[in-house]
């Protein structure tokens, strides 16, 4: 593909729900990161995967969040039992592997827990 | 723990003038800079970078400083074209590791 896809690009949830989010990283790009964008903030670093390496995951926020890499290429985040500080724009980004590499950006997800 | 701050949260000036957008950072282990910018309802587009090696990198209208003595780096836009009216972040890495440092970023408004 062209570039970085994300789906959905919006997403409204009760609170207790379970979501999944959905990116499709550039071909070819071994490295893939999650970034939280809460209201008024900077990006926050998620979760890292980089080939077949565990990932990092030291950017999570709670257990309630956890990440997957299929095939080293689509990623899903999940966010189970959803709260409402969970409501931020949710931004996958792909990059060869790192080493000052660009990182490219996905549309995001813009997820509000009600 | 903020280790890259950008302390403008916004920003207004005139088309046609110079635009300068601040950063600083804490961590001297970071030694690769990086501007983003960013339209609503879009994911962030890669603008300029800039390695510790380097003091200056210059790519058309924009322009990067990195002052590694004051931990400190700016981004020079000029002319300002209602069209750079965005949200701009600027992003930091220590290439020991992978994890790429975020501002907060700074809204840019270019009144024409």
């Known amino acids: 593909g062209a570039g970085v896809s994300q789906s959905p690009s919006n997403k409204v949830t009760e609170k207790g729900k379970d979501v999944e989010l959905r990116c499709d990283p550039i071909?070819?790009?071994?490295?893939l990161y999650w970034y939280r964008q809460s209201l008024g903030q900077g990006l926050e670093f998620l979760i890292y995967?980089?080939?077949?390496?565990?990932?990092?995951k030291s950017g999570l926020p709670s257990d309630r969040f956890s990440a997957e890499r299929t095939g080293g290429s689509v990623s899903t985040l999940t966010i189970q039992r959803t709260q409402q500080e969970d409501s931020a724009v949710y931004l996958c980004?792909?990059?060869?592997?790192?080493?000052?590499?660009?990182?490219?950006f996905g549309p995001g997800t813009r997820l509000l827990v009600l | 723990d903020q280790q890259v701050k950008q302390n403008s949260p916004s920003l207004s000036v005139q088309e046609g003038r110079i635009s300068i957008l601040n950063c600083d950072y804490t961590?001297?282990?970071?030694?690769?800079f990086l501007w983003y910018k960013k339209y609503p309802a879009e994911g962030p587009t890669f603008l300029i970078s800039?390695?510790?090696?380097?003091d200056k990198n210059e790519d058309g209208r924009f322009t990067v400083f990195l002052n590694k003595s004051a931990k400190h780096l700016s981004l020079h836009i000029v002319p300002s074209q209602p069209g750079d009216s965005a949200v701009y972040f600027c992003?930091?890495?220590?290439?020991?590791?992978?994890?790429?440092?975020f501002g907060t970023g700074t809204r840019l408004k270019v009144l024409a």
């Open positions: 961590n001297s282990m970071f030694d690769y």
């Open positions: 800039i390695s510790s090696i380097k």
């Open positions: 980004a792909s990059s060869l592997p790192s080493g000052q590499e660009t990182q490219y």
């Open positions: 992003a930091a890495l220590d290439s020991g590791t992978y994890k790429y440092i």
């Open positions: 995967f980089q080939g077949n390496s565990a990932p990092d």
């Open positions: 071909s070819g790009h071994t490295a």
